[in-house]
Structures are given as structure tokens and as C-alpha cells.
């Protein structure tokens, strides 16, 4: 069903980590005046655990199944920008929920931009590999099918933020059904 056929009250930035969903969500919530959610920070507050420990204790399987509960949560909120966790996107189950009231957009970079951007950050727990580069690779691979189910997809590579969420607007408002 084409976005402008659904009733869209919040918008939902899917992709791998290092894409910017969180900072891109952030400016998106201030211009809309919406509120803003990251999932990874409420599954993290809701357990009294980082995602890191989560994935250590518990397992990712686990980590998944809150993501799942989560997004399930979710048709209920309105006018709120949800910025996902990298594999919650990944899932054709959670793609198929967040359209049910939220355009998707799916920000995309090349494994190697991704690398650039992340390689600082120690609390990836999926790049807790020999060869993570290697790993974004696969990982990438894997989900872009479903990342692809997304109503947008955008690159962000070449584009600061700013003008990441200027393209967002412009693809949500196009989605507001127009008054007659």
C-alpha cells in the first residue's frame, strides 16, 4: 500500500548502525515538533541494561524479542519520530508493523563509510569481531532485502544531517494525505 493510502501519525528511521537514525531523528522531532524515541535507549531503560550487556547475559535473541514487544507498542504512539536499532529494521515482521502507522525511511551508507563512522565506538556489541569490517559486509547483505521494504531509501553518504532530514520532511509531507 502506498504511504499517501495509509493513515501515517509518525515517521520511523530504519538502517544499519552509523547511518545517523539518532542524530537525523533528533533535528526530524525539533522541525516537526514531534516527540522523539530511540528503541535502543527504551529497551536499555526498560531493562536497566545497555545493549551491550543485554547481547552479553542475555543473548541477542533476547535483545530481538524486546525489539519485537517494542515495536508492537509503538502503533499507539502519535507524532513521534522513531529512530530504530540497526537490526530492528532488519526484520520484515517490524517493517511490516512500523508502516502500519509510520512512513519508514531507510538510511543507507556503504560498508566502508559505516566502518569510518563507527570504528571508535566500543559499544557495538555486533562488531565485537576479528574482522569487522568483514562483519558490516555481511550484516549489510543480509538485511538489504528487507531494509529495502522500507517506503524510502536514503543514501548518507554525501549529506550532513541537516540535509538528511530536509529530504525526510519533504518525503513525509508528500505522504499527508492532502485535504479536499
Known amino acids: 500500500m502506498p504511504p499517501e493510502a495509509r493513515h501515517i501519525q509518525n515517521l520511523a528511521l530504519t538502517g544499519f548502525m ?26 536499555e531503560r526498560r531493562t536497566g541494561k545497555s545493549i551491550p550487556a543485554i547481547f552479553a547475559h542475555d543473548g541477542e535473541a533476547h535483545f530481538r524479542d524486546l525489539e519485537r514487544a517494542l515495536v508492537a507498542e509503538l502503533a499507539t504512539l502519535r507524532h513521534t519520530v522513531i529512530s530504530t536499532g540497526g537490526g530492528l529494521g532488519a526484520n520484515a515482521e517490524n517493517i511490516a508493523r512500523l508502516k502500519a502507522h509510520a512512513l519508514v525511511v531507510c538510511l543507507w551508507a556503504a560498508p566502508d563509510r559505516i566502518w569510518e563512522r563507527i570504528r571508535h565506538q566500543h559499544h557495538r556489541p555486533l562488531l565485537q569481531d576479528p574482522d569487522p569490517l568483514g562483519k558490516i559486509r555481511r550484516l549489510l547483505k543480509e538485511r538489504e532485502p528487507v531494509y ?12 550532513c544531517q541537516r540535509e538528511v532530514a530536509q529530504q525526510i520532511l ?11
Not at 552509523?18 to 529497551?43: H, M, N
Not at 518525503?171 to 494525505?177: G, L, S, Y
Open 18 to 43: 552509523g547511518t545517523g537514525k539518532s542524530s537525523v531523528g533528533r533535528l526530524l522531532a525539533d522541525q516537526l515538533r514531534f516527540a522523539f524515541l530511540d528503541t535502543d535507549e527504551e529497551i
Open 148 to 159: 529495502r521494504q522500507a517506503d524510502v531509501l536514503l543514501n548518507t553518504e554525501l549529506r
Open 170 to 180: 519533504h518525503q513525509f509531507h508528500a505522504a499527508q494525505p492532502r485535504s479536499r
